[in-house]
Structure formats: structure tokens, C-alpha cells
């Protein structure tokens, strides 16, 4: 399920540190910046996005089943974080992420990991788990520069399978970009049998195939700033229609929202000044909440629970809306300590991160990061919050780092640290507030305060 997911990510982050040759784009090119000695390795402006987006569906269940008035419940909303980077060997590209394992002009193939929509009424998402993760291959072929033909063979966390095979057109115009998009699923009768029952009622299906056509887009605004959205409407077979589970013969989505991408008014540059860097970090969890945490107002854990934390930073790009911002892709392995109440385990992040760089009046950077954690054990300090509120916890949550790190070389007027950063950040896992089914439409999670130190390199 979301293990899958999270690890597929995690494989992206591995691989990004390859991922700096040339990304082959239809609506973008290169341009000269800084200058930089032959030893030193250059590295170009990236393809990348950050996206946040609200999803509203259909739901084609007969939820009086379930004793939920369907005409006040036909419809579910989830909010959903979305990060995109489109590398040599790995992608994210919002809901799936993969890493190619053989690529061509034409053709390629990869393994890769998708969010799974499971449309029931959100008062039985936490209960249930909320959305999964689809697991598998995907080979696609270029039928020309703006027509890409895929076939995706997928299972979910219990071996439930099925595939899609679909065609997909770019059309850019001006300021948009739109892809129409049309699908035929196959689908195994175990997974036809699973996710379209409710309480044992049409699990007898069997195996179907059901069509989806939609698009979806994006439309530049100004700088790097984008409007986002899509339409798409699935319909059923007609044994999946006549299921008494099944109350609509298909399911229309929709999805609206805000993004940050490449400026596609300016060429890509072929360098950028931001270096990788290795940050490592070590904190303290607090049952504050961010606000609080920010006015100042941190309460200790009595438990002295405690991690550490590794983080890689890769560039992305040196400029935000024409700001000195430095963005990067930035995967990361946090090692949470037995305490009295709790285990030692693992924690696996992927984020991107921006970093506004300022004199005051040595160099300082404020730094803002979003992403994905899955935690592989739910920590005391978390499990605590979610026992107060009445949640079962979810192992994957959104992501948020907030940091402010000062340059040590500078600070002390030694050129030879210009490379070091020493720094506070907030290492922050939530849910969003019950909007997003992906993660358990839980509310709260966990705050850890961390400082580090950061080598660019």
C-alpha cells in the first residue's frame, strides 16, 4: 500500500544524484549563466514543479449500504500535495514516481508506484486507511514528438491486479498546456471483487474491462507561477453497472489548483550557482504545535524522544520568481532513538526545498520544504496525538521542514567554510487538517526540533 509508494519515492531520490545530464523537453531550452572551473561539475537548470491540488469524485458506491444518505454524500474531496521532476533516470510527476529501467528515443520502460483513489464517504476513510498504492511496470512509446502510446501492468499491496493501456497528446498553445487522455483498464476479478463491494455485497463481479477519457492542463500566469487542473470520466463494464454494490455506471473526477513549474517564457540555464549538499540533523520531539513552536512557546517532550536525521540536496534551479532562491530535490533517512516508550525506528522523506538567501549582515537563508514522510512505526510523540483525537494514525503524512541556517564561513571570515551552514529547522509530519484521504484524513501528527549542519560540495 502506501509503503510501496513511499519506497518508490525513496528509489527517485537515490537515483537523482545521476540525474543531472540533459532532460528532453518539448517547451524548453538552455542559456548561459556562471562560468566554472573544468574540475568542478556543472550542473543545469532542472524540470521541476511543486503542486498543490484538490481532488473531487463521484462516488459510484450505493452508500445506504453503508446507512450514509446518498444525497448528501455522492461527491468526495481530498486535498493533494503534488512534486514533480522529470530526470535522466527517475521522475515524480504528482501521483506516481518511477525510476527507467531501459530507455530509448522511442521507447522506455520503468517501475513505478501510483496513488490509488478508494472513493467511499470520508466519515470511513480513517477507519478504513483511505487511499493505497498501485505497484508495477510501465513501457511507453512515442508514436511522435506529442503522442505517447503506455501500457502499465500494476498490483496493489495483496497481488490485486490490473493494467492499463491508454494514449496521451501534448498540445501546447501560448500559455497552455493540455493533455487529452484516453485509457481502457483491465482489471482482475480480485480487484473487481475488492474494491467495488461494500460489507460482502457484489464481490462476485469478476474481471472487466472499463474506459476513461479526460485531460488535463495547466496555464501560465505569470513567472513561475501556474493554474493546474483536469476533467475525466470513467465508465464501467456492464457487470460492474448491474452490481448491486454499484449505484452510477462510472465515476467523473475532477481536479483544481495552484503550481509552481519552470518559467516556460525563459530558456532553461545550463548552470546554476546552488551545489549539492549532505545535511545532518538532531532534535528533540515536542508535543507543541507548529504555531506555537514558531511564537516561541515550546513545551519538552518528557520522554526526551529523540532523531537524527541525513538529508541529500540535489539543484534544482537558483531562481524563484526572480528571487535568489535556491530550490532542491531533497530525499532524506531520519533514525528515530528508543526512548522509554518507544522502539528505535525508520523514517524515509522526499521533499522538495527552498532556500531564500539573504545579508544580514553575514549570509543567512530562510528554508521551506514540502514532501512526503512514511514513518515504518508510529512514534510516541505522534501516536500520542492521534490517541487524544481519536485517529488511527497513518504511516505515510505530508512533510514540512522549516529552517534558517547562517554560513559559517562568513561568519567567522574564513573562505575555506563558505561551504558550511549551521542551522535550526522544525522537522514537521501532518496530515492537513482532514482534508486528504491519502493520509488517513487524520488531523495533528509530530514536531521534532532539529539543528544541523549543512555541507555544499
Known amino acids: 500500500m502506501r509503503k510501496n509508494f513511499i519506497a518508490l519515492f525513496g528509489a527517485v531520490a537515490s537515483f537523482s544524484v545521476n540525474a543531472h545530464a540533459e532532460i528532453s523537453t518539448a517547451d524548453t531550452t538552455a542559456t548561459d549563466t556562471?562560468?566554472?572551473?573544468?574540475?568542478?561539475?556543472?550542473y543545469p537548470e532542472q524540470n521541476w514543479g511543486l503542486a498543490g491540488v484538490?481532488?473531487?469524485?463521484?462516488?459510484?458506491y450505493r452508500?445506504?449500504?453503508?446507512?450514509?444518505?446518498?444525497d448528501e454524500s455522492d461527491t468526495v474531496t481530498?486535498?493533494?500535495?503534488?512534486?514533480?521532476?522529470?530526470?535522466?533516470?527517475?521522475f515524480i510527476r504528482g501521483t506516481e514516481a518511477g525510476a527507467y529501467l531501459w530507455k530509448e528515443d522511442k521507447w522506455d520502460t520503468s517501475v513505478i508506484g501510483r496513488l490509488h483513489y478508494v472513493d467511499i464517504p470520508k466519515q470511513f476513510q480513517n477507519a478504513v486507511g483511505g487511499d493505497t498504492t498501485d505497484f508495477g511496470l510501465q513501457t511507453r512509446y512515442r508514436l511522435d514528438k506529442d503522442v505517447t502510446a503506455n501500457l502499465d501492468l500494476l498490483w496493489d499491496e495483496d497481488a490485486r491486479f490490473h493494467a492499463e493501456v491508454g494514449v496521451t497528446k501534448n498540445i501546447h498553445s501560448g500559455n497552455w498546456f493540455i493533455q487529452p487522455q484516453?485509457?481502457?483498464r483491465v482489471k482482475s476479478s480480485s480487484y473487481n471483487n475488492y474494491y467495488y463491494s461494500i460489507n460482502g455485497i457484489g464481490d462476485d463481479i469478476g474481471a472487466g474491462v472499463d474506459l476513461k477519457a479526460g485531460v488535463k492542463g495547466r496555464y501560465h500566469v505569470a513567472s513561475n507561477f501556474y493554474l493546474v487542473g483536469g476533467a475525466y470520466a470513467t465508465l464501467f463494464e456492464k457487470e460492474l453497472r448491474d452490481s448491486p454494490a454499484i449505484q452510477a455506471p462510472g465515476q467523473l473526477e475532477l481536479y483544481t489548483g495552484i503550481a509552481f513549474f519552470n518559467n516556460q517564457d525563459e530558456p532553461r540555464k545550463t548552470s546554476i550557482k546552488n551545489r549539492p549538499y549532505l545535511r545532518i540533523a538532531h532534535g528533540w520531539a515536542t508535543p507543541s504545535n507548529i504555531g506555537d513552536i514558531l511564537g516561541g512557546k515550546i513545551e519538552d517532550d518528557k520522554y526526551d524522544n529523540q532523531m537524527t536525521s541525513v538529508f541529500y540536496g540535489y539543484p534544482l534551479t537558483d531562481e524563484l520568481f526572480g528571487l535568489p532562491i535556491d530550490v532542491y530535490l531533497t530525499p532524506g533517512v531520519v533514525w528515530h532513538w528508543s526512548s522509554k516508550v518507544q522502539s528505535s525506528t525508520q523514517e524515509l522523506v522526499t521533499a522538495i526545498k527552498a532556500y531564500y538567501n539573504f545579508d544580514w549582515p553575514t549570509k543567512w537563508r530562510f528554508g521551506l520544504a514540502e514532501g512526503l514522510s512514511f514513518a515504518r512505526n508510529i512514534t510516541y510523540i505522534e501516536q500520542a496525538e492521534m490517541d487524544k483525537k481519536g485517529y488511527r494514525p497513518s504511516h505515510l503524512l505530508n512533510y514540512l521542514d522549516f529552517s534558517v541556517d547562517v554560513n559559517v564561513g562568513d561568519l567567522f571570515n574564513q573562505r575555506e567554510l563558505d561551504n558550511v551552514w549551521l542551522g535550526y529547522s522544525i522537522h514537521h509530519r501532518s496530515a492537513i487538517f482532514e482534508t486528504a484521504s491519502q493520509f488517513g484524513r487524520i488531523k495533528g501528527g509530530s514536531n521534532y526540533n532539529t539543528f544541523y549542519v549543512q555541507f555544499s560540495f
Open 63 to 70: 452508500t445506504s449500504i453503508l446507512g450514509v444518505n446518498s
Open 78 to 90: 481530498s486535498f493533494i500535495p503534488m512534486m514533480f521532476y522529470e530526470g535522466e533516470n527517475v
Open 34 to 42: 556562471p562560468e566554472y572551473s573544468e574540475s568542478q561539475t556543472v
Open 54 to 60: 484538490f481532488r473531487t469524485s463521484t462516488m459510484p
Open 182 to 184: 484516453l485509457t481502457a
